[in-house]
C-alpha cells in the first residue's frame, strides 16, 4: 500500500506484476488521492488489517508513526539512501 504522496507508484508496481493499491483506495474505495487521509486513519488501518500489508511511505512523521507502532513500512528515503550507499553514485 502507498501513502497518498506515492499514489502514482502503485499502478506502476502493479504492471510489474506486484500487488499494490494506494490507502485511498483501501480505506476509501476509490482513487481520489486529493482527499486528505490522516496519518491516524492510516495508522489505524493497517493495524486493523485482516490481511498483510506493508506501507510504502514517503512522509516523514507517518514512518514514524509505523515505526513505533511495528507497522510493516518502507520508506522511501531509506532505500535511495541504501542503494546509493550500496553501489555509490557518480
Given at each position: 500500500m502507498t501513502d497518498?504522496?506515492?499514489?502514482?507508484?502503485a499502478p506502476e508496481l502493479r504492471r510489474r506484476?506486484?500487488?499494490?493499491?494506494?490507502?485511498?483506495k483501501l480505506i476509501r474505495g476509490d482513487e481520489?488521492?486529493?482527499?486528505?487521509?490522516s496519518d491516524g486513519e492510516i495508522v489505524?488501518?493497517?493495524?486493523?488489517?485482516?490481511v498483510p500489508l506493508t506501507l510504502i511511505?514517503?512522509?516523514h512523521d507517518l514512518a514514524?508513526?509505523?515505526k513505533f507502532g511495528k507497522l510493516p513500512h518502507i520508506r522511501v528515503?531509506?532505500?535511495v539512501a541504501e542503494y546509493i550507499?550500496?553501489?555509490g553514485a557518480p
Open positions: 497518498a504522496s506515492l499514489a502514482d507508484l506484476g506486484i500487488d499494490c493499491e494506494t490507502c485511498h481520489h488521492s486529493q482527499e486528505r487521509i489505524e488501518f493497517l493495524r486493523r488489517a485482516t511511505v514517503v512522509d514514524e508513526h509505523c528515503q531509506d532505500t550507499i550500496r553501489n
